[in-house]
């Protein structure tokens, strides 16, 4: 059981450059969503999808693009790194919504210097 | 909108003690709500939900949870914490229209000494 697969794990950037995390869930879910983790803040919302084609943004949704070409697949692009976007990223997929009863991958530290 | 306030940031327990954790929602209309757990350098996993029925919900590992609508919370408990329950948990609200997407608490560290 794959469930959901992020990559990296782990990821230094320097102040501008540009770089995409990946995301893939093998349990034929509809929902797929992004979360940055940050200390005191709890989890935010950065894009969600409900379905191949169809993505919106959540609640921190600057400086990052998202696209849904298959239901696989869900990637988070970060145009254009800075020290704000350092933080843990969670990728989650869901067959009832964004976020309830999710599988969540393993998370990617992005540190950006 | 909706919002989840959890009031016990980090609780520092012994081991075999009560653990309440307190979880408050804020949407008027109809809910559903969950508790994730984060072991550490672990993602987040589903400990329990409640869509609707029995208010008394119980997960995996020994907890529950007990939505009362009346004070718009949703507190997790479990009557003797393991020393492996050391995590940071999470609450999440979802109100049922729209899309449905969860709200997250900011979480509550738990440690657990044994």
């Known amino acids: 059981n794959a469930g959901v697969t992020q990559t990296p794990k782990f990821q230094v950037l320097k102040t501008g450059q540009s770089m995409t995390l990946q995301c893939a869930q093998d349990?034929?879910?509809?929902?797929m969503s992004w979360y940055r983790q940050d200390p005191g803040m709890g989890l935010r919302l950065i894009h969600y999808?409900?379905?191949?084609?169809?993505?919106d943004q959540g609640e921190v949704p600057n400086g990052y693009n998202v696209s849904r070409s298959t239901t696989e697949d869900f990637p988070l692009r970060l145009l254009s790194a800075a020290p704000s976007q350092t933080s843990v990223y969670f990728c989650?997929?869901?067959?009832?919504?964004?976020?309830?009863?999710?599988?969540f991958g393993q998370g990617t530290r992005l540190t950006v210097v | 909108a909706q919002s989840v306030s959890q009031h016990n940031h980090h609780v520092i327990l012994s081991e075999a003690a009560s653990l309440e954790l307190g979880c408050n929602y804020s949407?008027?209309?109809?809910?559903?709500l969950f508790w994730y757990v984060q072991y550490p350098g672990q993602h987040l996993q589903l400990l329990l939900k409640y869509f609707s029925g029995d208010p008394l919900v119980k997960g995996i590992k020994g907890f529950e949870a007990e939505f009362i609508k009346s004070k718009f919370s949703f507190n997790l408990r479990k009557p003797s914490v393991q020393w492996s329950d050391t995590a940071e948990y999470f609450c999440?609200?979802?109100?049922?229209?729209?899309?449905?997407?969860?709200?997250f608490g900011i979480g509550t560290k738990l440690q657990v000494i044994p």
């Open positions: 999808s409900v379905g191949a084609g169809i993505t």
């Open positions: 349990m034929n879910h509809e929902y």
């Open positions: 989650a997929s869901s067959l009832t919504g964004v976020g309830t009863e999710a599988f």
């Open positions: 999440a609200v979802m109100n049922s229209g729209g899309y449905q997407k969860v709200t």
């Open positions: 949407y008027g209309g109809t809910v559903n």
